[in-house]
């Protein structure tokens, strides 16, 4: 998974996930110093305006970090079709949305085989299972249907 800001891959130090608390995004901890104005950051993905004494008032999404990175392939990025899967909306969206959420899909549940946004994965506990971007497993179905 990557910053949304500065497309850079999270990980547990400078680039670590930091949760914006009101619209369930995340920034990385260099994107949200530098956003951080008058104890308020507005999210880049959704304007929602997340207000915080201090830095340290957004948690590390701990659950980011976890989901395993897609492997380096030559195989472009994909966008996710706009229609189609059971749990998922996309109306009004250049993404899929999660219809319990309304909010981007952003994992796979490789035990539940759900499609999770980032509520789901914190709120509904998916913390502990097996998931995976949502780009490792485009990835993989392109693979799939390479070689079938």
């Known amino acids: 998974m990557e910053c949304f800001k500065c497309h850079l891959p999270y990980n547990d130090s400078e680039n670590c996930p930091r949760l914006l608390i009101n619209c369930g995004h ?23 305006v997340n207000k915080a004494s201090q830095l340290s008032d957004f948690p590390k999404n701990l659950a980011l970090l976890h989901i395993k990175p897609p492997p380096s392939s030559s195989v472009e990025k994909k966008r996710q079709p706009r229609d189609a899967s059971p749990g998922i909306s996309s109306a009004n969206s250049n993404y ?11 994992a796979f549940c ?20 097996e998931i995976c971007s949502i780009n490792d497993v485009i990835l993989k179905v392109i693979i799939f ?3 079938r």
């Not at 490789?110 to 299972?129: A, F, S, V």
Request: one cysteine or more; aromatic letters at 4%.
């Open 96 to 106: 899929p949305l999660c219809k319990k959420h309304k909010k981007k899909i952003e």
């Open 110 to 129: 490789e035990n539940d085989r759900q499609l999770l946004c980032i509520t789901c994965i914190l709120e509904e506990g998916y913390k502990n299972q």
């Open 26 to 48: 995340s920034l990385c901890q260099t994107c949200l110093h530098k956003a951080f104005s008058q104890s308020t950051v507005v999210c880049p993905e959704c304007q929602t």
């Open 145 to 147: 249907l390479n070689h």
